[in-house]
């Protein structure tokens, strides 16, 4: 099936329905309760230790610079290659020049899949995803369901393979008697992998059957968001590789962020710390894993070093994952506001 224009009747009346609007998302009470969930698990978190909070300002102040710099543009480069496999998968869902689509050029793929994670940053429920996909419907005038599709198939892909690549750390970095503080982790990690892949099974096999007891208003757009799912898995071992390698690059952001404040950490406790991180950003109760990612991440650490050190960590490695994609997202937003 080639990929849907908009002056396709259906995609047009898709057009009218899939209008986005980050400013209406964030000034709303789900947003707000979110951020107060966030806030409260923060507050909770330091209360929880006793902490000295000049030791805090102290570790931060003494932090190498050049290495945290370095763990800035390690985490900065991993967006472009973000956007390469996006467009890998955009092109396997049949969004190339063969079915008349010109796709955007890399860098503007690579804003764009900025904005939506700007946008995780932001609302709940991880609905930058949406807005990502809304944002390429109108650059490109294709379909937003197919479209979705990608992104489902792109976020399926990452936690398949993040769950992977945390399992093998864990194993290399705890005994089984001390496996205990993180089998929590594994367990919502296997959770969140067991449910993808049976669900992914049923789109596979149930999904006419799928599309019959659906309304038939949403018949099509569901048809179109499956085409895009499951046609994206084309390239598959270039599409893994890449994705690896983006894991790889998260690990190395929070290894030079620990070699900045002089914290002796293990490289494979790193690896699975990082990798916790990002599967518990996944989580959409609350805007980025605001609160979540960071009292994992404090929970963790303590196992190996001082609370102080953990939450020095901590703070330094989501000013660069968090805050930074808040400020430069922001700005981002502002300039291109009239040009999507």
Known sequence: MSALRVDDPTAVQEEADAEISLEKRFFNVQTFISFGIALAILVFLFTRFDIDFNALWNNARRSDPFLYALAFLLFYVTFP??????????RNAGFHAGEGVALPSLREITE?????????????AKLGDAYR??????????????TFGTIFAERILDMLILFGLLMAAALSVFSSSSRGPVSGILEVGFAM?????IGLLAMKRL?????????????????????GTMASFGQLPLVIFISVLIWLFEAGRLFLVTQALGVPVGFALIVFVALAHSL???????????GLAEAGMVGLLTLAIAPESAISIAILDRVLSYWSIIFLGF????????KY
């Not at 764009?112 to 709940?124: A, D, E, H, K, S």
């Not at 999904?207 to 085409?227: D, M, S, T």
């Not at 109760?285 to 605001?290: A, D, K, M, S």
């Open 193 to 197: 992998a067991a449910v993808i892949a």
């Open 112 to 124: 764009i899949l900025f904005l939506g994670w700007f946008g995780n940053c932001v609302i709940p």
């Open 280 to 290: 518990l950003t996944a989580i959409p109760f609350t805007p980025g894993g605001l």
């Open 133 to 146: 996909g809304y944002l390429m419907k109108k650059k490109a005038q294709i379909s937003f369901s197919k």
């Open 207 to 227: 999904g006419g059957r799928i599309e019959g007891f659906l309304p038939k208003r949403f018949r099509g757009a569901y048809g179109r968001f499956q085409e």
């Open 81 to 90: 290659m973000r956007g390469i496999r996006w467009r890998l998968l955009l």
């Open 331 to 338: 700005i981002v937003f502002a300039l291109t506001r009239r």
